[in-house]
Each structure stands twice: as C-alpha cells, then as structure tokens.
C-alpha cells in the first residue's frame, strides 16, 4: 500500500469549512484513498473513499486531484464534535491478497475551535 | 444492532498472566481484525481473520494468539502478558468481496489493557 503523507496538526473555527490535506504521491492504479477518523477514545469512524473521481456524503467530500497524488477531505461546515484525528490511508482494492487490512499513520489533529 | 461490541472495555493484567479479549458483531461480516494502538502511534494490525476458521498474521503478532471459530467472534488471546503489551486494542469488521473492494471498516469502542 502507498505511504501519505499529512500534516500533523490543523486548527478550524466552528462553522468553517476543514480541508484537510493529504499527499500519496506513489500510488498506483488500483489504490483507492480512504479517510477515517478517531475521536479521543474511540474506535475508527469511516469517512469516505475514492478511486479517482471526487466524492460526496452527508459527513463529508473528497477531493482527488488529476494525477491522484494528492487529496482534500472537507468538512464543509465544521462542528465541534469533529474534533479529532484524521487518518487519510490509501489501499488497493480489497481481494486478493490484500484482505482489507488499513495501514493507518499519524493522521491529522484537527481542532475545531468556538 | 450492536455493530462491534468488544469485551472487556478494561482489564489490568500482571506480568506473566493470560486473557482473551472478545470481539463480537453482529453485521454477518466475513472479515474481522485486531489492532492495537499505543500513545503517539497509529494503528497496527496484529491479526485478522477472512472467514470463519481462518485467521492471519498482520504487522505485530508477537506474543499474541486468535480464533475465529464462529463467523461473528473474533478472540485475541495474550498467553504470557507482558508490560510491551500494555495498549488500547481496537477490532474492526468488514463485508466480504463487494463490487466496490471498498474497506469500509467498522470499529469497537476499544480494549483498554495494562499489564503492570
């Protein structure tokens, strides 16, 4: 699975739009880009996923850019509840091998201030 | 319908002693994992399972054992707890092959376990 790369931290005010950005520039062809987060305690919540082209849910976008080495996850009108941390994981389709296991990172902090 | 219910939520364990955290779902899911999560780390897959009867090793298996011997529980057993093993453990579950191959995982609340 391909490495990403995102900021450690990023601070949001309440009722602003989060974008928060994440690098994969060595993914390959069949590597969709998932996005989970963690709220303090908690278990994983999905997010969103993506092959190539942007998607939309009632949680969130995604925005994959032309070359697929870079993507955005907004928040478009962001609450205090989505104070948490963002882990952006890219992953090839499951089957095969793969067996649907995430290799999840550091992720990004992101506060959502009042 | 529960999602990933994973029992116990805490467990103090001394060095040497042995336990069996619990994963159960409810969501007839055929793939169910187990990660363990220590301060400032991500997640780390220890083990996981594709089916009924099967389990696999993932990146940390040491000193770890599992058994899925119904298709909606997964245990993680430690034999002989060590302090390394001191961490919040998470399973996760997922639907078979889908058209999609999206990993749309879904998490318990966590295993809190120290082992002193």
Known sequence: DAKTTQPPSMDCAEGRAANLPCNHSTISGNEYVYWYRQIHSQGPQYIIHGLKNNETNEM?????TEDRKSSTLILPH??????????????????????????????TILTVHP | NAGVTQTPKFRV?????????LCAQDMNHE???????????GLRLIHYSVGEGTTAKGEVPDGYNVSRLKKQNF??????????QTSVYFCASRKGQSRSGANVLTFGAGSRLTVL
């Open chain 1, 60 to 64: 969130a976008s995604l925005i994959i």
């Open chain 1, 78 to 107: 962001a609450t205090l509840r989505d104070t948490a941390v963002y882990y952006c994981i890219v992953s090839a389709r499951a089957g095969g091998t793969s067996y649907g296991k995430l290799t999840f990172g550091q992720g």
């Open chain 2, 13 to 21: 364990l001394k060095t040497g002693q042995s336990m069996t955290l």
């Open chain 2, 31 to 41: 793939y169910m994992y187990w990660y363990r999560q220590d301060p400032g780390m």
């Open chain 2, 75 to 84: 245990l993680l057993g430690l034999e002989s707890a060590a302090p390394s």
